[in-house]
């Protein structure tokens, strides 16, 4: 299934990279959460704005012969290449992509459990949370709900890169 939605989600948490290296500009940005808030389409050139997310998830989409922006090529990314990336770049640990639990939702905040710890992450990408939801969490956004089975795999994964 073609999710530009997603990708977004989880592209956007990164975006003041972008604005720091002046590839745009945070009332791009702010447009961006906006569509996305309200369910409107997405263009291409939101998307390719990310364009290093974007790049992998173009080569990636055609080891797997799916469309970039396919949720299984784009979870693929952002959950496992993506993390790899952050390390050879050496950024910091906000930068990976984890699973979490919700404990508690308060003041438009999450308060999340995941493998590196406790957390308070922002909320204005995604609707309709609750306690103990799981969800993938990036740069302190929450990003996407995942199902319970989904999110005990990532973590024990998530869980041993920490370890190493």
Not at 26 to 42: C, F, H, R, V
Not at 47 to 64: M, N, Q
Not at 114 to 142: A, F, Q, S
Request: glycine share 4%.
């Amino acid at each position: 299934m073609i999710r530009k939605d997603l990708f977004l989600r989880y592209a956007l948490p990164c975006a003041n990279t972008l604005i720091e290296r002046g590839e745009t500009t945070k009332d791009e940005i702010e447009k961006m959460k906006k569509i996305l808030q309200k369910g409107e389409e997405i263009s291409n050139d939101a998307i390719k704005k990310f364009k290093v997310a974007y790049a992998f998830c173009k080569e990636l989409g055609k080891k797997l012969n799916k469309n970039p922006m396919d949720e299984e090529v784009i979870r693929k990314y952002f959950w496992f290449e993506h993390d790899y990336l952050v390390d050879l770049m050496g950024a910091d640990i906000d930068c990976k992509v984890y699973p979490a639990r919700i404990e508690k939702i308060e003041n438009k905040k999450a308060f999340v459990i995941t493998p590196i710890g406790k957390m308070e992450c922002k909320i204005e990408l995604i609707k309709n949370l609750k306690k103990n939801d799981w969800v993938t969490i990036h740069r302190k956004y929450v990003v996407e709900k995942i199902s319970e089975k989904d999110a005990k795999l990532l973590w024990k994964i998530k869980e041993m890169e920490a370890s190493r």
